[in-house]
């Protein structure tokens, strides 16, 4: 890699930062179109979010990404807040513009349709019933994509129901929290179910759910994608479902960050995937 004078720079801001996969990724598309671009990640404290984001005009960045914990706190100290990060509560995304000003973005729900789109396509949404495991942050984002999906019942199953019952409280009755004892039952009739917390992941407890009661005609989706293919997804898979694995969604949401950075609408390739699987 040669940086000129003119190298534009981008950055993932995280604490910690360094499990992070996105450095690999944009800085794969910054070379595969020649661009000249650096993209890195940066361990920013908590205590010390507001003035680095605010600092990112006067020292040249085109923009960055934001993970783990700034999410939220990040919306309170950018310029403007699309209305889809709005609706969202969480940026992942801020656009430096040519004047300055901080524009602040949300990726997920973008990357969580591209990802069906490229495997299964979404027709399984409209007019479908859809259950979503967790009621965190990445499920608010999935949410209102599966809303703007046109799905006729989405399912909240969270351990916690309280939390489930906000997200119904925010987004009306299409939305039905479900208690994490009913589980198994709850995947009766529906055409997409999702896992949206951390559990299958690597060193992290399975998520325990009999599949037992989902039509085989469902598409099953874990963002969770250390391993590839999660205990979720292994069991979905050997019973012949659909399944789309949590490293489509994790490439797909940095397309429009990338595109606004650096100017090129980069490319999700099996090459892509292959590369920045051996960098995890
Ligand atoms: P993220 O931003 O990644 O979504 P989060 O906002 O902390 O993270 O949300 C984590 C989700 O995983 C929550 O739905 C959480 O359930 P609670 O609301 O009950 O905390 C869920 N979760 C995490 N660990 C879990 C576990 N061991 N069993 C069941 N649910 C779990």
């Known amino acids: 890699m040669t ?9 993932v801001l995280g604490w910690p930062i360094s499990h992070s996969l996105s450095p690999s990724m944009h800085n794969y598309w910054l070379k595969e179109n020649g661009i000249d671009g650096v993209y890195i ?16 005009p006067h020292i040249g960045f085109a923009g960055v990404n934001l993970t783990v914990p700034h999410k939220e706190t990040a919306m309170m100290f950018v310029d403007d807040v699309d ?25 997920d729900v973008f990357g969580f349709k591209e990802a069906l789109n490229q495997n299964t396509g979404t027709d399984i949404i409209k007019d479908g019933i859809a259950v ?31 939390k489930a019952e906000l997200l119904a409280a925010s987004w009306g ?15 009766s ?11 299958g992941m690597k060193n992290q407890p399975h998520l325990d759910l009999s599949l037992d009661a989902l039509p085989k ?30 490293l489509w969604m994790l490439l797909q949401q940095g397309r429009p960050g990338f595109a606004a950075w650096f100017g090129c609408d980069p490319v999700v390739s099996p090459k892509l995937r292959d590369y920045v699987l051996k960098m995890a």
């Open 3 to 11: 940086l000129s004078g003119q190298t534009r720079v981008a950055a």
């Open 41 to 56: 990640p940066l361990a920013i404290n908590p205590n010390k979010i507001a003035n680095f984001i605010k600092l990112l």
């Open 83 to 107: 209305s889809l990060a709005k609706r969202v509560g969480a940026i992942n995304t801020i656009v430096i513009t040519k004047d300055g000003s901080l524009e602040g973005r949300n990726t």
């Open 132 to 162: 979503v495991i967790g009621a965190g942050g990445a499920s608010r984002a999935i949410v209102v994509a599966l809303l703007e999906l046109g799905a006729r019942e989405i399912r909240i199953i969270n351990r916690t129901l309280e």
């Open 173 to 187: 009755p299409t939305l039905k929290p479900v208690l994490w004892q009913e589980r198994n039952e709850a995947l």
């Open 189 to 199: 009739g529906a055409s997409f179910l999702v896992n949206t917390t951390s559990l």
């Open 217 to 246: 005609t469902a598409v099953v989706n874990d963002i969770v994608y250390r391993p590839l293919l999660t205990p979720l997804l292994c069991a979905a898979k050997n019973r012949g479902n659909l399944v789309v694995d949590g």
